[in-house]
């Protein structure tokens, strides 16, 4: 079994989005290689991957507000529902809940998160930046 690995077809086109995306990868990468060799990764590295994944949320639902993105609901659905279950696993007390299998859904859920919906919205984004509407998007 291996996780997900930074490759050109992750890119959505959105630079601030693949740059945290990119440092999500490696450090889902990080935990993993920890895992297989034989040292549970830091709860810390768990806290790094939320808060970098929950700051391309924030980033990414801003934008779709701006750009007025018809599938906005739906993509911030699945954020929501992400963070519930993330918070269940990160529950104080949980310490050891940071199994390698739930960071194999994790990845699983970050990879297809990107190829579905993420790049959808880069796709969205680059037709306005290309029209000219999207001239003010940071
Ligand atoms: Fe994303
Ligand atoms: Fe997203």
Redesign the pocket.
Same mark, same amino acid.
């Given at each position: 079994m291996f996780t997900t690995r930074w490759t050109s077809d992750l890119v959505t086109g959105i630079e601030d989005?693949d740059q945290c995306h990119k440092y999500v990868v490696k450090k889902i990468n990080e935990a993993y290689n920890c895992f297989v060799a034989g040292m549970p990764p830091e709860s810390y590295l768990l806290d790094e991957i939320l808060v970098y994944m929950s700051q +391309?949320?924030d980033y990414?639902q801003v934008l779709m507000m701006e750009t007025c993105y018809p599938d906005f609901l739906a /993509?911030r659905d699945? /954020?929501e529902l992400f963070r519930e279950r993330m918070i269940d696993v990160c529950k104080p007390g949980n310490a050891s809940s940071l199994s390698i299998d739930r960071l194999l859904i994790l990845d699983q859920w970050v990879e297809r /998160?990107?190829r579905q +919906?993420?790049a959808k919205?880069g796709a969205f984004v680059g037709e306005l930046s290309i029209s000219g509407m999207g001239s003010g998007i940071a």
């Open positions: 989005v +391309c949320f990414e /993509h699945e /954020h /998160h990107i +919906c993420d919205l």
